[in-house]
């Protein structure tokens, strides 16, 4: 078809649908969606609670207790085991939902025409009719057939498999023998745009379209195991193999050397196994991530996946933008150099009211008027959109590229109106901006003339233009006038000011066919526009943080090396001279040479494309650096997905970006990167809290066990009692211990290292062989206290029975209760006291021991539970001999971690760690070291 045709044949015209009848459409059509298949059914993910690693060991468990004749035993750990898998369920379950939310905090949306006005709608509201403008970088979001194309190529993998980007045309395509899918006028849902720009027509929306006849295959793709998950795996089989060779150990050494009968030897095992069983571990993992992505939220930092936040905590290099992420993306032109002159122009923002001015004067209309060419080129040059505030809004917003925004504002301060220039001079074609041209092209014609208009990079521009436009005429650039230019935009950049230059060149009026080599040549240079781009406000601290916390700052832009280098200097990032290496330079840099470049303390990358950002990427991967990278564009997206964590904006990134990513930044702030890495450090030392927390527990559960073994004495724990503890009091309180706020010198850490192993040496130790043994003294101190208020002396036999036997288990029950309170508060920092991180600063926690205090009153004083777990009232008095024992615990680890900080310390020479350039000009390697 024509595209008068296509118009007509959807009922619709090139200014688009008016708002009514396009909802008229999506009353009839419905929402531009892709109905999602089902997952497993939630009975699957119910029952494979059931026979994981740690639900296989109770498993064991209740079969040998069934062979001890001990039916009650089994059946209450079946009991447990039901419970957890409820519980384990419910937590998956939250965690799930939480991602879900994630998912619809980043909406995609599409730009349409609208009554002739360009508008920005949500990808679902898109109907039959709706007339697209794509723009590269943009996902398409329906089947529609182009009518404008511009150099515009596809990436047409989800359908075709072809990575390659395929050719669009807006041209018919005579005779019905090519297939749909290869068809050059059609773009398709789930494709996107990779060069060029076009506007088409939706004919299908949702399961209409060829993405909605297979999107049942393309979401059944299975998910490998994060990084976090296989760790989880590896402490799940550590746990495992510890349970059962103590278990096996201790059933050999109660039968063989002790003398115990089958029975007796067999419930020793028992309760050795379901003791170092953390029932509660794996979904308490999951949530806390669920919980972290959740913190990252509120500080504009979007995970996608719960993998993420880990690899968040380890980074060791980020490699950024400049523009929108450490600065404003808010330009203002505020210096020209055209006509030979410099000029200043006032006001701020978008709001285009603002004087001219040169040597100190004001200028009239009369002499903007003289450069009308240059205004109006700089306007034609453009594809984005000014749009004026509303009544309820106060701002004008931009739709697109704010650096073209900025372009439309001038020109208006200057008395032009876009709609006017266009509309007296209509666009044929464009070339649209490359990184490779750092330039683009827009051609336009009225009756007499056509002219291409060229924007971009000042220096390429400069070695095309062969004359330049002073007083109103072209004349010949000299060299004299060409080193006069040079080193104004050296003066424009050195200053931090963004630099475009602007230049035309006339075009015969039958030419046919266009192409970046036919067109930009021999150019009339027109002038410079100089623009301010502020730096964000936050992020001098946020760059002085992260270089606290070992973390390199590399700067890679696409913008002119002295313009980066100023900004650089402004928020820190550099001290000192600094290495500007250009997209030139490492066009001829050796692989080996990069890798020691990227390691030099105030190295910049200016001028560069997406492939040299690319290369230095994987420099730094090779070196052993974990690398997070920014990105916005379409070219990015390779950078994005070869570094360990890849950084979409949400503001002005392209959708393609946005896919490629693991996060994606609300604000396009880089201050907000520095918090999610602090979160993710928060989140990694959460995990390795809790589950110092619940194994610190296992050891009071298993002393019991080998003391009736060694000593013969009245088992002082049941296996039940245990089962209470790690399913019952210990749940909340380690619940809350993922949500624990960052230590306060989280930041003041280097990286960890990407081979540090979340169950270690020294957490094992803390845990079994320093706050554990803390907890069983105080638990066997009350076991005994018991016997002793009831009339034992040391030496009498202790009784195995009776109500002092059930008061002597309920006093050791209640002990370890009392003491998780201490070590939840021991645990809360590792190497800071709680001291300074403050007693009430994790609410959570505070509820957390409310709740097992609750928890461990009922088991004690409701009779219906004192027969479940054999327990009898204890009186305030053993409350009281208790409760000395809870800051024993806290003072002891306060000692050790006052110890450490003190060795810390001497061992650096008795300074704060070496955390400034110096150590960060070391690598990665030696930091870490450090």
């Known amino acids: ?304 996946k719960l993998s993420s936040v880990e690899t968040l905590g380890s980074t060791t290099v980020i490699c950024t933008d400049k523009t929108g992420t450490l600065t404003q993306n808010e330009m203002t032109v505020r210096e020209l150099w055209v006509d030979g002159k410099v000029i200043t122009v006032g006001g701020a923002g978008y709001e285009p009211v603002g004087e001219f001015s040169a040597d100190g004067r004001v200028l009239t209309q009369p002499q903007m008027d003289s450069w009308v060419e240059f205004f109006r080129s700089a306007l034609l040059c453009t594809t984005s959109r000014l749009v004026a505030p509303t009544p309820d809004e106060r701002a004008w917003r931009v739709i697109g590229d704010p650096t073209e925004a900025a372009l439309q504002v001038v020109a208006k301060k200057a008395g032009h109106d876009i709609d006017a220039e266009f509309g007296a001079y209509p666009r044929i074609y464009l070339l649209p901006f490359e990184s490779a041209r750092k330039r683009m092209s827009s051609i336009h014609e009225n009756d007499s003339r056509r002219v291409a208009h060229v924007k971009g990079s000042p220096k390429e521009i400069l070695q095309l233009s062969t004359k330049v436009m002073l007083n109103g005429e072209a004349v010949n650039i000299t060299s004299e006038l060409k080193a006069q230019l040079e080193e104004c935009i050296d003066d424009f950049a050195r200053r931090g000011l963004r630099v475009l230059a602007i230049a035309r060149r006339e075009l015969a009026l039958d030419t046919s066919s266009y192409s970046a080599d036919s067109v930009e040549h021999d150019l009339v240079f027109l002038g410079l526009m100089a623009m301010l781009d502020p730096p964000r406000p936050e992020v001098e601290n946020a760059v002085k943080l992260a270089h606290r916390a070992g973390i390199r700052i590399i700067m890679i832009t696409g913008d002119y090396g002295l313009t980066a280098e100023s900004i650089a200097r402004k928020i820190g990032i550099i001290e000192g001279p600094a290495t500007v290496v250009s997209g030139s330079d490492l066009d001829g840099m050796p692989g080996d040479r990069l890798r020691d470049v990227v390691t030099q303390e105030n190295v910049i990358f200016a001028r560069v494309a997406s492939d040299h950002k690319m290369r230095v990427v994987e420099a730094l991967r090779s070196r052993g650096e974990i690398v997070a990278v920014t990105g916005d564009g379409v070219n990015d997206a390779p950078a994005l997905k070869r570094a ?153 036999t202790l009784a195995a029975s009776g109500e002092v036997y059930v008061l002597a288990t309920t006093m050791v029950l209640a002990s370890i209760v009392t003491m998780q309170i201490g070590n939840g508060f021991a645990v809360r920092t590792e190497r800071a006291s709680i001291l300074k991180k403050g007693f009430l600063t994790n609410k959570f926690y505070l509820w957390g021991i409310a709740s097992e205090l609750v928890f461990i009153a009922l088991i004690v004083y409701v009779p219906f539970f004192q027969l479940i777990f054999h327990t009898a009232a204890l009186r305030y008095t053993d409350w009281l001999f208790l409760f000395l024992f809870t800051p024993t615990i806290l003072l002891a680890d306060e000692t050790r971690k006052w110890i450490a900080r003190r060795r810390r310390v001497s061992g650096r020479g008795g300074g704060h760690g070496t955390t400034g350039p110096a150590m960060r000009a070391r690598g990665g390697h030696k930091r870490r070291a450090a």
């Open 644 to 796: 360990d964590i890849g950084i979409a904006m949400g503001v002005s990134g392209t959708d393609v970006a946005r896919e490629a990513a693991d996060m994606v930044l609300a604000d396009d702030n880089f201050a907000s990167i520095v918090s999610a890495i602090e979160e993710g450090r928060a989140v990694y030392d959460n995990i390795r809290r809790f589950i110092t927390y619940i194994f610190a527990s296992n050891i009071p559960e298993i002393v019991p066990f080998i003391l009736f073994v060694m000593l013969g004495i009245p088992l002082p724990l049941t296996i039940l009692q245990i089962l209470a503890i790690d399913l019952g009091t210990d749940i909340a309180p380690a619940l809350a211990l993922g949500s624990e706020p960052s230590e306060p010198d989280v930041m003041d850490r280097p990286p960890r290292p990407r081979n540090k192993r979340l169950l270690d040496i020294p957490l094992i130790t803390r845990a079994y062989l320093f706050l554990g043994p803390i907890e069983a003294a105080a638990g066997m101190a009350g076991y005994y206290f018991i016997y002793y208020q009831n009339g034992w002396r040391p030496g009498e």
């Open 1 to 304: 078809m024509s595209n008068t045709e296509v118009y007509t044949s959807l009922d619709s015209e090139p200014r688009g649908l008016s708002d009514r009848e396009a909802n008229l459409r999506l009353e009839r059509y419905g929402p531009n969606e892709i109905r999602e298949i089902k997952g497993p059914p939630l009975i699957n993910k119910f029952l494979a609670n059931f026979y994981h690693l740690f639900a296989v060991l109770l498993w064991v468990g209740a079969g040998l207790s069934f062979v001890a004749g001990l039916p009650e035993l089994g059946w209450a750990i079946i009991a447990v085991i039901i419970i957890n898998a409820l519980f384990s369920f419910w937590q998956e379950h939250k965690a799930e939902k939480a991602t879900e939310a994630l998912k619809r905090l980043l909406p995609s949306y599409s730009k349409v025409l609208r009554e002739g006005e360009v508008k920005e709608i949500l990808a679902t509201a898109l109907v039959p009719g709706d007339v697209l403008i794509l723009e590269e970088g943009d996902n398409i979001s329906a089947d529609a057939r182009l009518v404008q194309a511009f150099e515009m190529r596809t990436v047409n993998a989800t359908l075709t498999g072809e990575s390659a980007p395929v050719r669009r045309t807006s041209a018919p395509i005579p005779g019905p023998d090519i297939a749909l899918v290869e068809s050059p006028n059609i773009v398709f849902a789930g494709t996107n745009v990779a060069t060029g720009s076009g506007r088409a027509v939706a004919y299908a929306t949702g399961d209409a379209t060829e993405f909605g006849k297979i999107a049942g295959l393309t979401q059944q793709i299975a998910t490998d195991l994060s990084p976090l998950q296989k760790e989880m795996v590896f402490v799940t089989r550590v746990v495992a193999v510890l349970a059962v060779g103590l278990g096996t150990l201790f059933f050999v050494l109660g039968s063989e050397l002790a003398g115990l009968s089958m029975p007796v030897a067999l419930l020793f095992a028992i309760g050795i196994i379901v003791a170092n069983v953390p029932e509660g571990l794996l979904p308490t993992v999951t949530l806390s991530l669920a919980f972290g992505v959740e913190r990252m939220v509120k500080k504009n930092a979007l995970i996608k």
